[in-house]
């Protein structure tokens, strides 16, 4: 199988990809996973640890091939508030419950979720549901950028998922956009077939 021998970031393109992926925030933070592109290229990352995979960056194949790494839409929830002192209030809040948030001029935004949206709605903000790519905050003691991602491990734990207009029918899962919490890379033998966005599955 076709590995990434290089993760690059959006800055680092010399010319335009050869094929694109399609991810959710969480299948972007993934260390060791099975990924199929656009056009049905299968491939292998087996990092040494967790990268924070951003709208742009990429992956250079071990057949010389690149993949641009583009992110999902997904369903979210955008907060505002008309003081920014209240908005604050509500940064601290989710910060509390250690929820990833991305933070826009004046608005914050994180994943849909109605216990959390009551909870802004009692602190007096406005929340809005939007469909859009999420791109939270990196942590400030993450484990490594994407620019670090040279090298990578060679065990055979991994998940699979598979990119927009998957026709599989592995039956053992969906990916990104079905809701499903499966598969967190916390075991050492972890081999579920996942699928992702848009996948063709009944």
């Known amino acids: 199988m076709l590995r990434v021998t290089r993760i690059t970031t959006s800055a680092e393109w010399l010319s335009d990809p050869d094929d694109k992926v399609v991810l959710t ?3 972007r933070h993934r260390r060791r996973i099975t990924l199929t592109s656009e056009k049905g290229v299968e491939f292998m990352l087996n990092l040494a640890s967790v990268p924070d995979l ?17 992110a999902a839409a997904e369903d979210l929830m955008e907060i505002s508030c008309s003081d920014p002192l209240q ?11 250690h929820l990833p948030v991305e933070i826009a001029p004046g608005v914050l935004r994180i994943h849909a979720d109605h216990v959390v949206g009551d909870m802004a709605k009692g602190l007096g903000a406005k929340v809005t549901l939007v ?3 999420f791109n939270p905050e990196g ?17 055979h734990g991994h998940e699979h998922v598979h990119g927009p207009g ?3 029918d592995h039956g ?28 063709k599955h009944d």
Do not use: M, W
Request: overall charge negative; hydrophobic content about 25%.
């Open 87 to 97: 908005l604050a209030r509500v940064a601290y809040h989710l910060g509390n419950r």
């Open 131 to 133: 469909q859009a790519a």
């Open 139 to 155: 942590g400030a003691y993450a484990e490594t950028t994407a620019a670090e991602h040279g090298h990578q491990e060679h065990d």
């Open 54 to 70: 951003r709208e742009g960056d990429g992956f250079l194949l071990s057949n010389g091939k690149t993949i641009l790494v583009a």
């Open 172 to 199: 053992q899962g969906h990916g990104p956009g079905y809701g499903h919490g499966h598969g967190h890379d916390h075991a050492q033998h972890d081999h579920g077939h996942v699928h992702g966005p848009d996948c």
């Open 25 to 27: 925030y969480e299948y």
């Open 166 to 168: 998957c026709g599989h």
